[in-house]
């Protein structure tokens, strides 16, 4: 009844493979963790399984925040895999660069909204880059791969989760990563209000200086 026909390998990644399958005659997408030779078997297992669990809880938190998701319709304990909907449209990724500048501005303000709705739920993402946001059809922005992802309300957390959308900007679209990052600083003003905002805004550069000492410490 609940059987996944029909797949194709979409990407391979070190945590997870995604595969787009067919189900009850809809596309989906099939997260699936294989076993890891490297890891001790029953470590390995118990990895699996929390993360199995753990990401579709996590899915479901941000959606009740008011972040787009895929939909959960499968979760395989077992065999560690999520069958999930298949959200037609592109990766932000692809969409930034061939944009306007003021579409840029309402894109990376929208991004930083959906994070600050995640993060004053206590969500923290875990990899956000703009490879794991997609934006459909229809114009909504939903957030994917929360594989890395934990509940946390902490000040280091959410700076962290920031700093490393930071990086992600600066590496894939490094001739606007300024104002796009300035963009979503603003969009998550708005949600967290000016005074929480900031403390986390100087916890990112708290850990940037922390970065830097560290690099200095190897160059020396």
Same mark, same amino acid.
């Given at each position: 009844?609940?059987?996944?026909?029909?797949?194709?390998?979409?990407?391979?990644?070190?945590?997870?493979?995604?595969?787009?399958?067919?189900?009850?005659?809809?596309?989906?997408?099939?997260?699936?963790?294989?076993?890891?030779?490297?890891?001790?078997?029953?470590?390995?297992?118990?990895?699996?399984?929390?993360?199995?669990?753990?990401?579709?809880?996590?899915? +479901?938190?941000? $959606?009740? #925040?008011?972040?787009? &998701?895929?939909?959960? @319709?499968?979760?395989?304990?077992?065999?560690? *895999?999520?069958?999930?909907?298949?959200?037609?449209?592109?990766?932000?990724?692809?969409?930034?660069?061939?944009?306007?500048?003021?579409?840029?501005?309402?894109?990376?303000?929208?991004?930083?909204?959906?994070?600050?709705?995640?993060?004053?739920?206590?969500?923290?993402?875990?990899?956000?880059?703009?490879?794991?946001?997609?934006?459909?059809?229809?114009?909504?922005?939903?957030?994917?791969?929360?594989?890395?992802?934990?509940?946390?309300?902490?000040?280091?957390?959410?700076?962290?989760?920031? +700093?490393?959308? $930071?990086? #992600?900007?600066?590496? &894939?679209?490094?001739? @606007?990563?300024?104002?796009?990052?300035?963009? *979503?600083?603003?969009?998550?003003?708005?949600?967290?209000?000016?005074?929480?905002?900031?403390?986390?805004?100087?916890?990112?550069?708290?850990?940037?200086?922390?970065?830097?000492?560290?690099?200095?410490?190897?160059?020396?």
């Amino acid at each position: 009844m609940d059987k996944v026909d029909s797949q194709k390998l979409l990407k391979k990644g070190a945590e997870a493979s995604l595969f787009l399958a067919s189900w009850h005659g809809r596309r989906v997408i099939v997260k699936a963790r294989f076993p890891k030779k490297y890891r001790p078997a029953e470590l390995d297992a118990k990895i699996r399984s929390y993360r199995t669990a753990h990401e579709p809880q996590l899915m +479901h938190e941000a $959606k009740l #925040a008011g972040v787009p &998701t895929p939909t959960i @319709f499968l979760v395989d304990m077992k065999n560690a *895999v999520i069958t999930m909907e298949f959200v037609e449209g592109k990766q932000v990724k692809q969409v930034l660069p061939h944009v306007s500048k003021k579409a840029q501005q309402e894109l990376c303000g929208r991004i930083g909204v959906l994070i600050g709705k995640m993060h004053r739920r206590g969500v923290i993402h875990g990899d956000l880059t703009t490879s794991n946001m997609i934006l459909s059809g229809e114009g909504k922005i939903f957030l994917v791969d929360f594989g890395l992802g934990e509940k946390n309300s902490e000040l280091e957390a959410r700076g962290v989760d920031l +700093h490393l959308m $930071k990086r #992600a900007l600066q590496s &894939t679209h490094y001739q @606007f990563a300024e104002e796009c990052f300035r963009n *979503v600083l603003r969009g998550y003003s708005e949600v967290l209000g000016g005074e929480d905002a900031g403390k986390v805004f100087e916890k990112i550069r708290e850990i940037e200086r922390r970065g830097r000492y560290v690099d200095e410490r190897k160059q020396a």
